[in-house]
């Protein structure tokens, strides 16, 4: 069966500190793994998509990686701002094209505090 | 630019009532739809998706059917309601690996 497991399930850290969320998935075939943001009530935001010949790519303070061999991805948050407050969602797709056959995380629900 | 309206955003209904949630994309045609339900601490579940005008294809049996009557418009109905239908419904309409989300509607069954 497909799976994406996220760690920590939840994460508290202090306005300005980094932090790195964890991923790892057991989804054959493998094309590409995405991270969406989520804040609370309202629909996820794309942060980031890498193939599985792709190792790391940024989106401002956000820089995803990926480990296919191990099936595992983290997300990097530097300098963390009280909008960084939001769930992050890791999610597997099979196929390099089309929506249909992902596999969602449950999330890792991420507090700044300042 | 495509945007994707949802609406509506709250609703609070009776058990056995009937349901109509819906979506609509601006800005791009002939888009892949999506209906997904969220429940509290469980992944985005994929309900129905929809390649074109009056195709819609199932992803869970359920009490819940989809319409796509239109290219840009897709709908998500229910003729009577059940409890755990309550949760977090999001429509997206996604091309290649991109997946954009509507903001969701929030359905509470009582």
């Given at each position: ?114 | ?32 739809l ?16 929809s390649?074109?005008?009056?195709q819609i ?11 796509r ?42």
């Amino acid at each position: 069966k497909n799976q994406v497991e996220q760690s920590p399930q939840s994460l508290i850290i202090l306005e300005g500190k980094n932090c790195t969320l964890q991923c790892n998935y057991t989804v054959s075939p493998f094309s590409n793994l995405r991270w969406y943001k989520q804040d609370t009530g309202r629909g996820p935001v794309s942060l980031t998509i890498m193939t599985f010949s792709e190792n790391t790519k940024s989106n401002g303070r956000y820089t995803a990686t990926l480990d296919a061999d191990t099936k595992q991805s983290s997300l990097h948050i530097t300098a963390s701002q009280l909008s960084d407050s939001a769930s992050y969602i890791c999610v597997v797709g099979p196929y390099n094209f089309g929506n249909e056959k992902l596999t969602f995380g449950t999330g890792t629900r991420l507090t700044i505090i300042p | 630019s495509q945007t994707i309206h949802q609406w509506p955003a709250t609703l609070v209904q009776p058990v056995g009532s009937p349901l109509s949630l819906e979506c609509t994309v601006e800005g791009t045609s002939n888009p892949n739809l999506y209906w997904y339900r969220q429940a509290a601490g469980r992944g985005l579940q994929l309900l129905f998706y929809s390649v074109g005008i009056g195709q819609i294809s199932s992803e869970v049996p359920q009490n819940l059917s989809a319409s796509r009557p239109q290219d840009r418009q897709f709908i998500l109905s229910s003729k009577k309601l059940l409890l755990s239908d309550s949760g977090f419904y999001l429509c997206a309409w996604g091309g290649g690996v991109e997946l954009f989300f509507g903001e969701g509607s929030r359905l509470t069954v009582l």
